[in-house]
Structure formats: structure tokens, C-alpha cells
């Protein structure tokens, strides 16, 4: 063989960390013995089967990514990267379980396991370009989900993607003006419209076609009958990944930027889209086209690197919860209507319910499904079959998209939580006049609810019976306020411990049971105090202090608590999906800084306080 | 045999290669390619082991142009097989005849320095037996090896097993786009298919990457499924 011999395969592997420090000859002998496979899109590569022979793969061309059995992101692989190492390492036995699938075509080139270790044995200094390999690929594999060039895409500034190019026109110009202004002077899809120098409202050229061309709408009145009213606007220093944000959250397509009330440029969706990366942000508009349970099942990784994205990005709790319950929502609103298209049309009117957090809009990492059908009254024993079969494909399907399937069973796959509406109200009815442990419990599940799909008005007339029933027994807030209060925030964390107050000492602290609930719980009393129908937790406050009920300081307070937390739990979250773990409500006090310490203490003190409060205020004395 | 069956182009090929058997003296070179059984029809594309082949020639024209070399790779079970890759450099000064060749055994260093076609010719067929020949316009190695045939054996056209990558693009772009002008170059197709792209060219770099590609097209092919190589090798066949 001439030195000649595939000279391209050679050259790619010589510029591969570990192979770049092998001499050139050992390299040739080495691509004397690789495989090259060929895998497409959704297919998987095996590393667990005992028959074949054990492989290192390096990926040539295309992009692959590991799963843990549990469906946990391990890593995203491509062009140069390597997998199938972990034999090196006879500390790390958790290969086994790992699956690599393509999530673009790829060409793999293969290495015989043998054909390393016989090289080892030859020659052992080899082996250790090669180990420690293996432990820096195992930690810094952890966190390329997505690659540092992609994520800086989302840290960016607004400033440095958006264009120039805006026209800026008063809303008494007409409608025929402001196309000029927009298509001869300006060149752009959007206009920006003030009124008294404040900015009140946007016209893009997709407006025009929809609301002036397609309603014959007479094109020399004023701009502002058919305008968008006080649109979203993001300033020049917002992050990129907020504007993305609020695109997907009010699925608008273009934002103005705004300084001190002066509009400077125009972020659209296609200045977003001109890298391909950032289209991974568009996940809804994915999940939207998506024709089956398996094409939904490969955009998991996108909605993790989403919500990875978002908590690196240090997004505020509220923003994360509810982008992450709009991807939770069109997830589910693509099975139903996948389903549908399967059995057709539904027999008779129903609504699709979500509850607990998702509910709430404060969908996270261990979100599991909460949900429920109510159906019309006039529905048949016939019908009922249509509508199981619909819970079922649904649930199972959010639970192949990683939405565990809840604990409990409060799902509507489960006969007793998929019922008319008349039913429901007897639930609710009965609930509020016993609210004995059991019943407390569901309650607690279905007290906030929210329509994903089909008619809202189930939903409405559900909330007013409650409110009644509840207005009804003077003692089910004084229950509640029981209840929601037998649980107290742990005092504080001495020693790598976390004392609570009844003196017993816990290894790790539950965040979820021992801070966040308690918190949620509060607020849902406050809301159904003043009688709010707001669902998240954050507007339930803001509504009870509107009300007078909760005093400014207390409102802050319970406030920054509460974002402290959250953003504390997210971050917990996110370190234990870098490591390749499932994310948990479990935090280990050793991992905690001064400064975390002091404000858990803090958090901690101010929900005991206002534990305190509520049962004075509310209690069943 | 169904009546179809009859009528696809394998079994078309299994009976010229029978008559071909039968009327000539089949060199030694070939025999053992030409003997070999053609794969069934229903056989499955993965279980069979292809050849895949390129040629760098001085031209495109057999009758005048010289082979200068060859370069061919194996495939596996669905895997490219490296430690298979051979490449032949044949040089033209030297008169060698047909027979010496077939006594000669080749060394690596004789193919480091050039073999004479006749060596070359022989070392290639001698790795064919129950192998499946591939190449992108596989027109041009065929024309050659024919030319050789008819020259050196005074043998017709030789019944030969291709599959081309070529032609298999032709029937996946013509099944999309009848209007377009689709470029079916070995770079452009394989640009389609997301495979890298290779800056360095011979005839083994080339032969490879019309491995990857035919991994690819039959990837493409089987949608999942496993196909036949009955249906592979129809949709090979020069429209």
C-alpha cells in the first residue's frame, strides 16, 4: 500500500483529538480497519448489543445525539466528535443503556474496540490520549445539548441581529400612505405607528393582505382602523432569546426595537431564522406540522435545549414557565388533533383541561400530566368509547415525548376524570362541602384549570360553580389554609443539613415540598379569597394585593421569595441534566453557596411569615 | 418463474451470462467472476457484498485511451469495509504479456510502483467472485473492461453485474423532478445526501465515496424496510 492510500479518511481522523497525537503511521494502520456506515434520520446505533463487535464512532458528517434510557439528553454529537469510548474507563459502566440516534443523515466512521486495545497493548502511553479522552469527552459531552456558538445566538442583544430598516408613519396617514412609505421609501414588511409621539400601534404587509386587500377595506382611510393596537416592543438590549420568547408566546412575527421611545430597528422572525440554529426556537410551529406520535417524539431534544437555553440564559422563572406550557400546550392540542384526524370528528362538544401546573403556566423540567376531558351533557354511552380512546392516544403520546404520565392518575384517560359537565359539577359541589383528605386532594389538582383545546365554556361555567360552593361553606378556605399549612419550610441549613422545625434533620432539602408548594398553596387561597380567577401564581399575589388583602411589603416579599426559589430549582435542574442525570426536587445542601444559604434562610423565614398570616387571617379558628 | 420474473433485467442478464458461458473459452481472469451464481432476485440488498469500483483513465474513449489506474473498496453488511481498499497504478512502458500476469502474484510494492494492465486486470477480477461490481456511470469502467475483453480475448460485451450509482440517482431525481436539470456528478449527489465533501481525488477516494453514496441510496431505497436486490438493480438499469 502507497502512501497515497485514503489520503481523505486519513487527514480527517489526524486532526481528531485523541488520534492527532498518534504518529502518522499508527493512524494509517488505524484506518486500515474502520467501517463506514451510513445511518438516516431516526435511525438508531446500538451500543448495548453483546453479539457485534464493540465500536468507537466517530462521526464524519451529519449529527447524532445520546439518549439515557429514560429518554434524558446525553449528548449532541457532531462532525469530529466521538462516541462509544466509555470502555476506555473501567470506572464508568453507564454506556450501557445509552442510545445514539441520527437526528440528521450521518456517516460514521467505525474502530474496532480490539483494534484499540491491541494498539494499547502494543503501545500503553497511547492509551492515555485516549483516557483522559474519555473523562473530558464525558464532561464537556455533557454540555454541547447545544455547541457555545449556538447558545451565544441566544444571548445576544436584540441590537445585534435586528435590522434598520422600519418604516415610521401617524396614525391619521392612510392606509394607501403608509404602503408607500413602507414598500417605495422604506422597503420593509413593517411600519410602526405613532400617535402623540407614544407608539400605538404595528401594520406589517401581511396585515394589509388580511384585513384591508381580503376585506375590500377602502385603502384612503387612516391606518389606525386596521392597525395592531399597543403591539409588543423589546428594547436594543434585550437578550435575543427574550424577543424569541414572546414571538413564540404571542406568535407575532416581527418586533419593534424601541429605545427611550424612539423605534430604531425591526427584529423578525426571519432575521431569527437566517441561522439555521435558531429555528430550533420555532419548536411550536414544528410541533404544529408534525403528522405523527414518532415525528413529535424527535423534537424532545429541541424543547430541552429550549428550556436549557432559557435557564442559562437566567429568563425569569414566569417567562420560562409559560414558554415551557405553550410548548406543553401545542403538544398536546397536535395529539388531539392528530387523533381526530384519525377517529374524526368529535361526536359531541368537549373541552380538553389541563390542571395543577401546567395549568398554572408553570410548566418545568418534571412537569407530569395533569389533565382532563369535560364533556357535553348530552353525551352517549356511544360517544364515551371515542373519547377514551382520544385520552388514551393523548396521554400516551405526551408520555413518549417525556410528559410522565401522572402518578396519581389524574389524566383524562381515567374514567372518573373524563365526564360530563354535570358530573364535574358534582365533583366540584361535593369537594367543597366534605373537603375530607381524599377530596382535598383532587381538589387541590382540579382547583386550577385551564381549556388546551375544544370549548372554553365548560371551563367558565366549572370556575363559577366553584366560586359559589365556595362562597357557599364559609369553612373551606379555613381547611384549606389547615392544610396548606401543616407543612413548614425547613428553618434553615446548619451543617450540611436542613433543619426543620419539628428538629429533625434531612440530608437533602425538597425544594418542591418544602418551599414552592407552600407558596403555590398561598397564593391559590389568596386568589379564591378575593375571588380571583387568575391561575398563575404570581398574578394570584398581584391580585390579592389589588385587593387590599396583601400588604405591599408582605407582596414583595412573597414575590422575591418565590423568584428566588424557582430560579434556584431551575438552576438544580438544569446541573442535573448537564450531568446526564434526571432532573430531581432533591438539592444537596453541600452544593450550596454563602450566598444561596442566606437567601434560602430568607426565603424560608418570609413563607413561615406568611403561613402565619394566612392562618390568622383565613383560619378555621 | 412468473412471467415477469421472466422479463427483469436480472434474470435477462442470468441468461446472456449462461450463453456467454457456453459459446466462448472464458479466460482464467474472469472465470472465476463469470462463473459465480447471479444473487435471486428476492435476495436482500444488505446480505450481499459489493465491489465498488473507479477508474482514472487518460480519456473517455476505450478504444484510445489508457486505464491508469484503479481503486475499489468493499462493502459488508451495510458497512464499508476499509481494510478491503485496494489501489492499482498501472504503467504503459512496459510490454507484459497476458500470461505472465496470471503467473505473477502482485506485492504491494509492485503496486506502489505500477503493475502492468494485465496484472492489474487479473488482481482486480480475481476479487470479484460472489461480489456484486458498482460504480457511479459505471458506462465508462464497462466500456474500458470490454475493450480489453474484445482486444485481448477477442470476447463480445461481457455479461458483467453493475449497479450504478449514477443511474440510481437518475431514477430518484427523474421520480421527483421531471423538468430540472438534476446534477448527478458523484459531488453533486452526494451533496444532496449530506456527505462530506472530499477535496483530494484518485480513483480510491472516488470509489469510496460512491460507497458512501450507494450506502446512502439504498438507505434511501428501503425507507426502513429491506429491499431486494432485485428492485435495486432494475432501478440501476440505464432509463
Known sequence: ?621 | MAILDYFHPLSTLKRQRETFNKQHQIPHTIAGCLGQALPALDSLCAELTYVVLDIETTGFNPTQDEILSLGWVTITQNQIDLATSQHVYIKHCDKVKPESAVINHITPKMLANGVTVDEAMHYFFSHLADKVLVAHGSVIEAGFFNHYARKHWQLPTLPLLWIDTLCLEKHFSTAIDHYNDVDLTLGGTRKRYGLPEYNSHNALVDALAAAELLLAQQKRLSRGSKDSFGRLYRLSQRK
Open chain 1, 1 to 621: 500500500m502507497d502512501d497515497s492510500l485514503l489520503p481523505n479518511v486519513i487527514q480527517f481522523i489526524s486532526q481528531i483529538d485523541p488520534f492527532d497525537k498518534l504518529p502518522k503511521n499508527v493512524l494509517r494502520e488505524l484506518a486500515q480497519v474502520i467501517k463506514i456506515i451510513y445511518v438516516s434520520q431516526g435511525e438508531s446505533v446500538d451500543l448495548t448489543s453483546d453479539q457485534q463487535e464493540k465500536h468507537l464512532y466517530i462521526v464524519r458528517s451529519g449529527a447524532m445525539e445520546q439518549r439515557k434510557k429514560n429518554g434524558v439528553l446525553r449528548a449532541r454529537l457532531e462532525t469530529e466528535d466521538l462516541f462509544g469510548f466509555t470502555f476506555l474507563d473501567s470506572d464508568v459502566d453507564d454506556d450501557q443503556g445509552y442510545q445514539a440516534i441520527a437526528i440528521e443523515h450521518c456517516l460514521l466512521y467505525l474502530i474496532p474496540h480490539s483494534a484499540l486495545q491491541s494498539l494499547f497493548n502494543k503501545t500503553p502511553e497511547y492509551a492515555e490520549h485516549f483516557a483522559s479522552q474519555a473523562q473530558v469527552r464525558l464532561n464537556s459531552a455533557l454540555d454541547v445539548v447545544w455547541s457555545n456558538r449556538e447558545k451565544g445566538l441566544f444571548i445576544r442583544k436584540v441590537s445585534d441581529v435586528a435590522s434598520g430598516r422600519v418604516a415610521v408613519v401617524t396614525s391619521d396617514m392612510s392606509i394607501q400612505a403608509v404602503a408607500h412609505e413602507m414598500r417605495m421609501i422604506k422597503r420593509t414588511s413593517c411600519a410602526v405607528i405613532y400617535e402623540n409621539d407614544l407608539i400605538v400601534g404595528l401594520i406589517t404587509d401581511r396585515d394589509m393582505t388580511k384585513r384591508v386587500i381580503a376585506e375590500a377595506y377602502p385603502i384612503d382611510k387612516p391606518i389606525k382602523d386596521v392597525m395592531t393596537s399597543s403591539p409588543l416592543i423589546v428594547s436594543p438590549d434585550d437578550l435575543v432569546l427574550h424577543a424569541a420568547s414572546l414571538m413564540m408566546q404571542y406568535n407575532v412575527r416581527n418586533l419593534p426595537v424601541v429605545e427611550n421611545n424612539r423605534v430604531i430597528g425591526l427584529l423578525t422572525t426571519s432575521h431569527l431564522v437566517q441561522n439555521h440554529r435558531m429555528q430550533a426556537i420555532f419548536l411550536i410551529e414544528k410541533i404544529k406540522y408534525a403528522v405523527s406520535v414518532k415525528e413529535l417524539v424527535l423534537l424532545t431534544p429541541e424543547r430541552q435545549a429550549i428550556f436549557e437555553a432559557l435557564v442559562e440564559g437566567k429568563v425569569i422563572p414566569e417567562t420560562i414557565g409559560k414558554v415551557m406550557s405553550m410548548i406543553f400546550d401545542a403538544y398536546t392540542r397536535r395529539l388531539i388533533c392528530i387523533m381526530i384526524d384519525q377517529l374524526g370528528e368529535p361526536p359531541c362538544e368537549f373541552a380538553w383541561i389541563v390542571a395543577g401546573s401546567h395549568a398554572r403556566n408553570e410548566v418545568h423540567s418534571l412537569t407530569d400530566q395533569d389533565s382532563a376531558i369535560v364533556l357535553a351533557d348530552n353525551v352517549t354511552a356511544n360517544d364515551r368509547i371515542y373519547f377514551k380512546h382520544l385520552a388514551d392516544f393523548v396521554t400516551q403520546g405526551l408520555d413518549r415525548c417525556d410528559y410522565p404520565l401522572c402518578t396519581g392518575n389524574y389524566m383524562a384517560s381515567t374514567d372518573k376524570w373524563c365526564q360530563p359537565l354535570n358530573m364535574w359539577q358534582q365533583y366540584y359541589k361535593k369537594w367543597v362541602a366534605n373537603p375530607e383528605y381524599e377530596r382535598l386532594l383532587n381538589i387541590s389538582v382540579f382547583l386550577e384549570i385551564r381549556t388546551v383545546f375544544g370549548n372554553a365554556n365548560f371551563e367558565q361555567l366549572l370556575r363559577q360553580s366553584l366560586h359559589s360552593h365556595i362562597l357557599a361553606n364559609k369553612e373551606f378556605l379555613g381547611i384549606l389554609v389547615k392544610d396548606a399549612t401543616r407543612t413548614n419550610p425547613p428553618l434553615g441549613i446548619f451543617n450540611s443539613l436542613v433543619l426543620e422545625k419539628g428538629g429533625e434533620n434531612k440530608k437533602t432539602l425538597n425544594i418542591k415540598k418544602y418551599a414552592i408548594n407552600l407558596i403555590i398553596d398561598l397564593a391559590r387561597i389568596y386568589a379564591l379569597a378575593v375571588g380571583s380567577d387568575a391561575l398563575h401564581t404570581e398574578a394570584r399575589f398581584e391580585a390579592a394585593n389589588k385587593a387590599g388583602v396583601l400588604s405591599d411589603d408582605a407582596f414583595k416579599n412573597i414575590m422575591g421569595s418565590y423568584r428566588f426559589i424557582l430560579t434556584f430549582r431551575f438552576g438544580h435542574q438544569l446541573a442535573a441534566l448537564k450531568e446526564g442525570k434526571l432532573p430531581d426536587n432533591h438539592i444537596n445542601p453541600d452544593t450550596f453557596g454563602s450566598f444561596e444559604r442566606k437567601h434560602l434562610k430568607d426565603a424560608f423565614r418570609i413563607i413561615a411569615d406568611q403561613q402565619d398570616a394566612a392562618k390568622l387571617r383565613f383560619g378555621s379558628h
